[in-house]
């Protein structure tokens, strides 16, 4: 598992840093939103495709680890072949790589914390990310432990239900990027965040009170409107903010990196008040804090982007 995320996180820097060189500005909301929403297709296809060979053909569940693996193999080169390359030079690895890598992303910061909008809009996607990214590694820990499951003959709870909501959660979410992206058209990238993060909050509020199961898959659906949307838009936005630069992998490892800082103090937290107090639901309150110090910061920085005409050329729709 830790290689695998080695693997997977670090592809997604460089995934991310084609979409400005493949779209202009103005088609940035459109392409970040397609994206997301092919990926959650295609995690469905693979997710239905296991489980009826599972359940249906008593397959093996271990094989799902070999399919995922040629699934990744054979689109990527897909990706190879039609996504551009800048350079067909092959470049020998330094043994100072990672020293070099941490030069790197000081000098991204370097350049943009002279940015106002850029940095302003850093801080606050460092602090409702860590919200999104805790609800999407641990919405699963709490419905098992706080949901209200059917007992099965032997007692225990039936949490197969969880497989649903998954499902639900992949499916709402491409409903909910594309929607968002066309908000953001009439409503400005940083003020269609803002609704988004306003629906995070009342996401934590109503978990904190929801038990029975057809309340989880709704309140699961909701989730998977809001992080389709918030996912797209907020890579688009912060896309379409960037100086121009030949090095988009760096600035967006920068991204990356504020992401997983955010995914480390997160889910610390919430595991941390669960502990001390033994009540999950306390931590849910926790990410409503989080939601709502982030909506805080989003509407500092609408406010600069509507005083600042530079920070308008950058972000059209503000």
Do not use: C
Request: hydrophobic residues 50%.
């Amino acid at each position: 598992v830790f290689m695998a995320s080695i693997g997977f996180w670090g592809s997604l820097v460089y995934y991310n840093s084609f979409l400005p060189e493949i779209a202009p500005k103005r088609l940035h909301d459109k392409i970040s939103a397609r994206g997301f929403s092919l990926g959650y297709v295609g995690s469905v296809i693979l997710l239905v495709f296991v489980l009826v060979m599972n359940q249906k053909y008593g397959r093996d569940i271990r094989e799902a680890f070999v399919l995922v693996g040629i699934w990744w193999a054979g689109f990527a080169q897909y990706t190879y072949y039609h996504l551009p390359s800048r350079s067909k030079e092959k470049r020998r690895v330094s043994s100072r790589i990672i020293l070099h890598g941490y030069r790197e992303i000081r000098k991204v910061w370097n350049e943009l914390k002279q940015i106002r909008l850029i940095k302003g809009y850093l801080l606050s996607y460092f602090i409702y990310n860590m919200g999104v990214q805790t609800i999407m590694i641990l919405a699963v820990v709490f419905a098992e432990k706080e949901i209200d499951w059917p007992l099965m003959e032997n007692g225990d709870k039936d949490s197969s239900g969880l497989i649903i909501s998954i499902i639900i959660i992949q499916l709402i979410a491409i409903v909910g990027a594309t929607i968002m992206s066309r908000m953001s058209r009439s409503y400005g990238n940083i003020k269609v965040l803002m609704i988004a993060v306003l629906i995070w909050i009342a996401v934590t509020v109503a978990a904190y009170f929801i038990h029975r199961p057809l309340e989880f898959y709704f309140l699961a659906a909701v989730v998977g409107f809001v992080m389709g949307g918030i996912q797209a838009l907020s890579r688009s936005t912060y896309s379409k903010m960037l100086p121009k630069t030949d090095d988009h992998a760096s600035y967006f490892s920068f991204y990356d990196i504020m992401e997983k800082i955010g995914l480390i103090i997160g889910p610390f937290l919430f595991g941390l008040i669960e502990g001390v107090t033994g009540d999950m639901r306390l931590s849910v309150l926790l990410l409503m804090g989080i939601f709502v110090l982030g909506f805080v910061f989003l509407w500092r920085l609408n406010r600069m982007a509507m005083r600042d005409k530079r920070a308008q050329a950058l972000i059209p729709d503000a």
